[in-house]
């Protein structure tokens, strides 16, 4: 696993000209919890924590991905999440003021309640809300929203389905503004699962139409900004929602998302004022370098880095020869040293398993000594490699490596350096892979295909 740098380039001057964010102030203690104060508005929630918001003013941004479609419940691209999140809402959502991302605020559902040991969350929805068309919120596009993501239709990729299946027993709409949900257990998974952005709630009436293809090319949401026409493969123009449920919000009164994947011309859309932000993981445009030689051409731009949790991982079709043994799988395992990609890629990070790579929550070090793939004698690792291929392929045939490639993103490059690495990794135990470039769009699983 490896842990990816954000960069962010900022533009102050023209920052602060043009975008509506809350002025610094001394921070003052709230006696009252966010969610209490956002159910009073966001005047009052900003003012419990020193901000003074200004009303007004367009928000130019840069997005580094292309868009293939506009379902966020169909993908994992961040380019589609940043798209068309302005457009929607979840049930509630963490505080924009907790950096732990712990404290629950109201959106699209105004209260709930925990009961049966934390086995049912019921939420009681905000009332008069209405979707971008002009037709009334209600329980029923939440359970739609839930139950589709769920058990999608024939066709659909749905990647979060696995999460709400393990945590989800069924939903109940007692009335138009009460949503029930089951859990399988007692989880304290269950109540965040609806705070996570990707979780956005979809408009029944209209996808239920065309439950496959209806929202890859439309974006009807409940959220604080709606299309101000549609939108084309360069940029995204987004409009204030008049009718937004939650009053005073929001503050600005225009977006522009405009789609840029060529990182030079990212770079001059910065350094000319064309953008004036971007938020650009190493993978899809600025990488470390390139970010470092345009802050030095201007010195008003600041390139500020921070940690994140992204994962570097190898997937591998384990319904098909030869990887549906896991002595294969453990052979792959061994041979790649997980240290290598960042030592030669340009990615920094650490090794580790699970979500958390490092801190209190991380396996410690002696603990994943042992285990295949993570030893620190790697000449034994490569010795018992080549001892599983060869009681592999004495028991089922030797393996045709040249039939077998791995694909990588030609439009995320740091997918294809650590292909590189892992292909020149491989070699020691004899295993010789192509490489198979291609956009992340064609990849087969992005379609449901194998």
């Known amino acids: 696993m490896v842990s990816r740098r954000v960069f962010r380039l900022l533009w102050w001057v023209g920052l602060i000209a043009m975008v509506a964010l809350p002025l610094a102030a001394t921070a003052q203690p709230a006696t009252k919890s966010d969610a209490e104060l956002i159910r009073e508005g966001p005047a009052a929630l900003a003012a419990a924590h020193g901000d003074k918001p200004r009303y007004g003013g367009k928000f130019i941004s840069a997005g580094n991905e292309v868009i293939p479609l506009f379902d966020m419940h169909q993908t994992s691209f961040g380019g589609v ?49 209405k979707w971008h068309d002009g037709m009334p919120f209600s329980s029923a596009d939440v359970q739609y929203t839930i139950e589709r993501i769920m058990n999608p239709p024939q066709g659909m990729v749905s990647p979060r389905g696995p999460v709400f299946k393990a945590l989800v027993e069924r939903v109940e709409t007692p009335d138009a503004d009460t949503v029930v949900v089951h859990g399988k257990g007692p989880s304290s998974m269950l109540l965040s699962l609806f ?72 770079a001059a859309a910065v350094l000319s004022k064309r953008v004036f932000w971007t938020d650009a993981f190493p993978h899809p445009s600025l990488d470390q370098d390139l970010g470092k030689s345009t802050v030095k051409q201007n010195p008003n731009l600041v390139l500020s880095n921070a940690a994140a949790i992204s994962i570097a991982h190898l997937t591998m079709q384990t319904e098909k020869a030869p990887f549906d043994d896991v002595r294969v799988r453990q052979a792959i395992s061994e041979a790649i040293r997980r240290e290598a990609l960042a030592e030669l890629g340009k990615q920094t990070g650490v090794v580790g398993t699970g979500t958390y790579p490092a801190g209190p929550w991380a396996m410690p070090r002696e603990m994943r000594e042992p285990l295949i793939g993570y030893g620190s004698d790697m000449p034994k690792r490569i010795a018992h490699a080549k001892e599983l291929l060869a009681a592999y392929e004495k028991e089922k045939g030797k393996i045709d490596w040249s039939k077998i490639k791995i694909q990588c993103s030609t439009n995320l490059p740091v997918t294809c350096e650590n292909a590189q690495i892992i292909q020149q990794l491989l070699k020691k135990i004899s295993v010789n892979v192509d490489l198979d470039p291609m956009l992340l769009a064609q990849h087969p699983w992005q379609r449901g295909l194998w």
């Open 81 to 129: 999440y940043a798209a068309t999140a302005p457009a929607y809402n979840c049930l509630i959502r963490t505080s924009p003021y907790d950096p732990m991302a712990l404290d629950i605020v109201p959106e699209l559902a105004d209260s709930w309640d925990i009961s049966d040991g934390g086995q049912t969350v019921t939420f009681h929805l905000h009332k008069g809300v």
């Open 195 to 266: 705070a996570n952005g990707w979780n956005m709630i979809i408009p029944k009436h209209i996808s239920e139409k065309d439950p496959v293809h209806a929202l890859k090319t439309t974006v009807i949401g409940t959220g604080p900004f709606k299309l101000k026409e549609p939108p084309t493969s360069t940029l995204w123009k987004y409009e204030r929602n008049p009718d937004y449920f939650k009053a005073g919000l929001p503050y600005l009164d225009e977006m522009e998302i405009h789609i840029i994947t060529d990182p030079q011309a990212m």
